[in-house]
């Protein structure tokens, strides 16, 4: 949500920032063959250090079914049973939280071409692998900024850093 904030508030109203449903949830795995992206298109894949992640995660899950009173220690080391979503009955498990974590992360960095094909010349270019502590530390305009510079995304004349975000 913080990433997709930064590029809404600094690029021109004609260019659509959406979560595409063929790409999937941004927290599950990506199926094939979803992410066949076209040339216009841009999919900026954030990941998070597994040590600010996980005490997040064990303070606000996106779990609708999670055992709440869990201590950390038992948390990082319990079977993982996510039901994201209330309305759908779905359930992701893992051994534990990491072992889901790394599972997803594989996926959506993939260069498998059931994936991503985009062309022969410039395979996964329209994909960008982005590290949330990145932006944090560099600063969102020399992160998210080049970003869309390098990408020929037409942008405001200033840009705006979000100020406000979950962290």
Known sequence: NFARSVVLE????S??????????????LLVPPRANLKKNELLLVITRDIFSWLPKMHRQSYCFNEEKSLSFSDFIRSDYA???????NFTETATNIVRIRSRKYKNWLTRHPDYFNFNA?????????????SIIQDGQENTIGKILNGYG???TSDFKPVRKHAS
């Open 15 to 28: 260019i659509t920032c959406d979560r595409d449903p063929k790409c999937g949830w941004k927290h599950g």
């Open 82 to 88: 996510c039901q994201p979503n209330k309305k759908k």
């Open 153 to 155: 995304i037409n942008k």
């Open 10 to 13: 600094n690029v021109l109203p």
């Open 121 to 133: 010349k410039r395979k996964f270019c329209t994909r960008v692998h982005l590290r949330y502590e």
